[in-house]
């Protein structure tokens, strides 16, 4: 069997042709396309998510296929709800569920088949709501998609977003329009071979670190699978929260990290925070001074903060929180909770001598409305309070592998009410 390419099989087949259905059916009108891209704009999205789709207002016309994929995951739920009917949002709501679950570096059986039996059931309503004239031979290869995940791994190892990518890099070289390919390879070569010249000793200290930048243009640090696994593993609702090893953060880049000392509030609170997740811990001294920074990085994923430049990668959702500031103690109990870093810390827990350094990140966490609120747009989208934090408490700290995903808000009112918006990213980090 060939390999089923997602970037055209579901962003730029389905994605594309059921908004052309609902605007031929006038089930989407255009005049709605304004409240639509108002909705989109309004959006606080992270740095990190690529391009944020544009002109809706002219019928969805000139999208990129990684607009079509931004659409999909995170602005079109939110933006249809009550433009769209129920009947038809709910059918649309089956394709996005099915394609946040697959549009991950890393996907377990478990996703496989819940991809399987959502994307199932959307090809089954689409059929009997806009007529089985309307299915096309791209509906039946969404089901197969699954087999190329299971044989060839997750989507971002085969799709072609990183293929066009590189065409885009290829093209915005300069050049004059003429014997382009030629132009490319002496390009290569003469980078090849001014890599390889051996520097001269005279000037060698001058020269070196401009030659290293170039050797290291572009790459990222490398993480052991074994590392990566353990990470993904302790921020999952599964994994337990009480006696874990959580000094284990060789694999994180910081930003610079100066130092602070922290609150009488604070101490107490961190204290309290130590005694959750190391209920045995016994003759260990919490010090008051530590060192905070702005900004984590755990390979190609940033973690900003309210301090930093990066504001918007600083909402991030984890199992970690529950009511009055506590800490989730029950393995496998508590919700995904939404909450706002505004800092780090790296904090030396002191046990029989030994140095255990923590990384943790200080969060707000946003208040929960009630079901009638918060289930409103209905999956991926919940609704919460937009300025109303909880108590600050011991899960105000939580250390920083085990936050679960990013998430992207916008901030607009409901029954009277100043809520949020919220949408997560990805089904886990995004190393």
């Known amino acids: 069997m060939s390999i089923i390419d997602p970037m055209h099989n579901l962003y730029q087949g389905t994605d594309k042709k059921l908004i052309k259905i609902w605007l031929e059916l006038k089930i989407l009108l255009p005049e709605e396309l ?28 000139g999208f990129t296929a990684e607009q079509w994929k931004n659409w999909t995951n995170v602005f079109s739920i939110f933006s249809l709800k009550d433009v769209l009917p129920n009947i038809d949002l709910d059918i649309w709501r089956k394709f996005v569920h099915a394609s946040h679950t697959i549009a991950s570096k890393y996907v377990t059986g478990a996703d496989i088949r819940q991809y399987e039996d959502s994307i199932l059931q959307f090809c089954k309503d689409f059929e009997a709501k806009y007529g089985k004239e309307r299915v096309t031979p791209n509906m039946h290869l969404h089901y197969h998609l699954s087999d190329c995940i299971r044989d060839y791994g997750p989507v971002y190892s085969f799709w072609l977003f990183s293929f066009e990518r590189y065409n885009g890099h290829l093209g ?115 010090p008051e001074s530590c060192r905070k920074c702005t900004a984590v990085s755990l390979g190609n994923e940033v973690y900003g903060s309210w301090d930093s430049r990066h504001k918007r990668s600083s909402f991030v959702m984890a199992y970690w ?18 909450g706002i870093i505004q800092t780090y810390y790296l904090h030396n827990l002191l046990v ?51 936050i679960y995903c990013k998430f992207v808000r916008a901030n607009g009112e409901l029954s009277g009410k100043k809520v949020s918006f919220i949408c997560p990213l990805n089904s886990g980090t995004n190393i």
């Not at 989109?40 to 990190?48: R, T």
């Not at 289930?375 to 700290?397: K, L, M, N, T």
């Open 34 to 61: 304004k409240t639509v891209q108002e909705r989109v704009d309004s959006v606080n999205a992270a740095n990190n998510i690529g391009a944020i789709p544009k002109k809706k207002s002219s019928s969805f016309g």
């Open 172 to 286: 915005s070289l300069p050049k004059n329009n003429r014997s382009v390919e030629l132009q490319m390879m002496r390009r290569f070569t003469r980078d090849s071979f001014v890599k390889s010249v051996k520097l001269p000793e005279k000037y060698e200290s001058t020269l070196f670190k401009h030659f290293q930048q170039m050797d290291t243009l572009g790459t990222v640090v490398s993480i052991a699978d074994e590392e990566v696994r353990h990470l993904l593993y302790l921020a999952k609702r599964s994994a337990p929260i009480l006696n874990q090893d959580w000094s284990r953060i060789g694999a994180y880049q910081y930003s610079k990290a100066s130092r602070h000392c922290l609150t009488y509030d604070g101490h107490r609170i961190i204290s309290r925070t130590y005694s959750v997740m190391y209920p045995d811990m016994s003759e260990a001294v919490i």
């Open 321 to 338: 929180h529950t009511k009055d500031g506590e800490i989730i103690t029950e393995t496998g109990t508590g919700d995904l909770t939404p």
């Open 352 to 402: 029989r001598g030994d140095n255990n350094i923590h990384l943790f990140a200080r969060i707000k966490w946003l208040r929960a409305l009630p079901a009638r609120y918060r289930y409103h747009c209905g999956r991926p989208v919940e609704v919460w309070s937009q300025d109303i934090f909880e108590s600050f408490g011991p899960s105000a700290f939580i250390p920083v592998a085990r």
